[in-house]
């Protein structure tokens, strides 16, 4: 069975700072990848997605995610972090086939002035 | 933009009680979800529903549980007999025509069970 593994339970990072969080996932074949984020009170939203094709992926909110094959991680970054990002960070993936997506346990972004 | 949309956004029942969860997906969308995340746990996957029907569910998803799309624009999740356990907080999600891969979802139902 897949699975997602977010080492990081939660992260601290100064405003203006780069950022990049981390995701594992174990799947036999190239699964489709999400990062998706949470801000208390709100549903989970779609920050960028990976299918195929080139393994840097820009999303929203001036995120971008890396796909990297040998190491089965699509890590999430961002290079000047705002206040406003402060959040819960989930990794997601899907299997070719089926419908379900599997989550990872998620990263809480907190954000220091 | 349109959004998923869930109500209530909070559901306090007593154990044995029956719930239904209400969403309303987009509009256009022809994939429908329901998650569920236990305090301090991962979110985690239930069932989904296409073409008025259960697609795939999870083990969680047994006999307590029943999904339905009464009319054209809302998604219900009922549980039966609630049990202390099934406190959560639950989403919604959908998706468009078959070629679409994303899941957009909603804000989320929070469940207590008392």
């Known amino acids: 069975a897949q699975s997602v593994t977010q080492p990081d339970i939660h992260i601290t990072v100064s405003e203006g700072a780069s950022l990049e969080l981390r995701c594992n996932y174990s799947y036999g074949a190239t699964p489709y990848l999400f990062w998706y984020v949470q801000s208390p009170g709100q549903g989970l939203q779609l920050l960028l997605k990976?299918?195929?094709?080139?393994?840097l992926v820009q999303g929203i909110k001036g995120f971008e995610a890396e796909f990297k094959r040998s190491q089965s991680s699509f890590n999430l970054r961002k290079p000047s972090v705002h206040w406003s990002d402060a959040a819960e960070y989930f990794c997601?993936?899907?299997?070719?086939?089926?419908?379900?997506?599997?989550f990872g346990e998620g990263t809480q972004l907190t954000v220091n002035p | 933009e349109p959004e998923v949309t869930q109500t209530p956004s909070h559901q306090v029942t007593q154990m044995g009680q029956e719930v239904i969860l209400r969403c309303v997906p987009i509009?256009?969308?022809?994939?429908f979800y329901w998650y569920r995340q236990i305090l301090g746990q991962k979110v985690e996957f239930l069932v989904s529903?296409?073409?008025?029907?259960?697609?795939?569910k999870s083990e969680i998803f047994d006999d307590q549980f029943s999904v339905e799309r009464p009319d054209g624009s809302n998604f219900t999740l009922k549980i039966r007999s609630t049990k202390l356990e099934d406190s959560a907080m639950y989403f919604c999600a959908s998706r468009g025509a078959s070629g679409k891969v994303e899941q957009f979802f909603g804000p989320g139902t929070r469940l207590t069970v008392l």
């Open positions: 509009s256009n969308h022809l994939y």
């Open positions: 990976y299918f195929s094709g080139d393994t």
């Open positions: 529903f296409y073409n008025n029907e259960i697609s795939e």
């Open positions: 997601a993936v899907k299997e070719t086939s089926g419908s379900r997506l599997t």
